[in-house]
């Protein structure tokens, strides 16, 4: 006897199916990085997060590495110290600021927006994309906070 052509279709799908699975070696290997010095600040987050060859860097601040006090000198200065941060936690980790592809920007007053400009435009020869909000309250009355996603070999 013949098996009808819907039941073949349906057991063909069935078996299709049942091979499609994904194997065990596609799962996402996820490393959790944290910058030395950073042990004793009691920080509840990872400096940058690692998804396969994705790096995605925390918000980092105006602060003097290992500190938890911003540099003095206003919009320019945070501004350039946070870039550094970011330039050291992307190239600790295996990257670089011409592999960020994209930041977010956070102003404690969006009147400074052409002052950190000024600084940020420095860091990179192509512009990563971008997305910048006014925020009330950064951590340790920061007047910018920048994260960013960077690619890793």
């Known amino acids: 006897m013949r098996l009808p052509a819907i039941a073949f279709l349906f057991t063909a799908l069935a078996v299709s199916a049942c ?9 996402p290997r996820i490393t959790y990085h944290n910058m030395p010095g950073t042990e004793n600040l009691g920080l509840p987050f990872s ?3 690692q998804v396969d060859h994705t790096l995605y860097i925390s918000g980092n601040l105006g ?12 919009i320019q200065a945070e501004t350039r110290q946070t870039m550094e941060n970011i330039k050291a936690v992307v190239e600790q980790f295996g990257s670089s600021m011409d592999r960020i592809v994209k930041c977010t920007v956070f102003l404690a007053d969006m009147s400074e927006w052409p002052a950190m400009n000024d600084v940020y435009r420095t860091y990179f020869k192509n512009p990563p994309a971008r997305s910048a909000f006014g925020a009330n309250g950064l951590a340790l009355g920061a007047r910018v906070e920048i994260d960013c996603i960077a690619v890793v070999d």
Request: charged share 15%; net charge negative.
């Open 63 to 74: 602060n003097a590495p290992g500190k938890n006090e911003l540099v003095p000198g206003g």
């Open 19 to 27: 091979q499609a699975q994904a194997p065990e070696n596609d799962v």
């Open 47 to 49: 400096s940058a997060v």
